[in-house]
Nanobody
Framework: VQLQASGGGLVQAGGSLRLSCVAS????????MGWFRQAPGKEREFVAG????????RYADSVKGRFIISRDNAKNTVYLQMNVLKPEDTAAYYC??????????????????WGQGTQVTVSS
């Protein structure tokens, strides 16, 4: 599986962005998908995850109530709608695919495939 993330950019605090991640191949629906982010000098951290069937989602406490993860299996795409953005949301955002577990994991090592990062910068 190859993942291509897009949608990052520069936005003012309080604004919104929607990230997209398109997967190659015909087995997208068999993967649990996640979004992670990494700020300079910090470890990569979990942001949100979604089960294969879209039934269940999971969020980091820092984004709960502001970000929404969704997926369209017919389009091989997972989205991250980011609202009420804060300067501390500034980071490179990565999408990832996990072919083993149903429940989205917080752990980077559980994910098998990664997209390239898309930069999100939130100005104050």
């Amino acid at each position: 599986v190859q993942l291509q993330a897009s949608g990052g950019g520069l936005v003012q605090a309080g604004g919104s962005l929607r990230l997209s991640c398109v997967a190659s191949g015909r087995t997208f629906s068999s993967y649990t998908m996640g979004w992670f982010r990494q700020a300079p000098g910090k470890e990569r951290e979990f942001v949100a995850g979604i089960m294969r069937s879209t039934v269940s989602t999971r969020y980091a406490d820092s984004v709960k109530g502001r970000f929404i993860i969704s997926r369209d299996n017919a389009k091989n795409t997972v989205y991250l709608q980011m609202n009420v953005l804060k300067p501390e949301d500034t980071a490179a955002y990565y999408c990832a695919a996990d072919g083993k577990y149903t429940i989205p994991s917080y752990r980077t090592q559980e994910y098998d495939y990664w997209g390239q990062g898309t930069q999100v910068t939130v100005s104050s």
